[in-house]
Nanobody
């Protein structure tokens, strides 16, 4: 097991920013691909961003490119998602996940461990 704990969600106005954190509890994350997914009410879970174990490569879904940045601090065993210029359509529960895939995959079934999620609400 790789317990993952997300934090940093909340309510923000359109155009605002939030930084989500995902901390590994009890096990190091530095050998895993780390991903962020989100699920809005009535919609399927979707890929947001992913990062390789050393931060050398990242991947984003098109709708967040230029606004969101995924990063990691292996010394702190934590992964981050900086979200800027937030829009109402970014409203969702955001999940972090860990994968042993060879690269920053968008494919949810390749992620072995998931956090409990943190709510992000963007008001118009």
């Amino acid at each position: 097991q790789v317990p993952l704990v997300e934090s940093g969600g909340g309510l923000v106005q359109t155009g605002g920013s939030l930084r989500l954190s995902c901390a590994g509890s009890g096990r190091t994350l530095n050998t895993y691909i780390m991903g962020w997914f989100r699920q809005a009410p009535g919609k399927e879970r979707e890929f947001v961003a992913a990062i390789t174990w050393n931060g050398g490569s990242t991947s984003y879904t098109d709708s967040v490119k230029g606004r969101f940045t995924v990063s990691r601090d292996n010394a702190k065993n934590t992964v981050y998602l900086q979200m800027n210029s937030l829009k109402p359509e970014d409203t969702a529960v955001y999940y972090c996940a860990a994968s042993r895939a060879p690269g920053p995959t968008r494919y949810a079934p390749l992620y072995d461990y998931w956090g409990q999620g943190t709510q992000v609400t963007v008001s118009s």
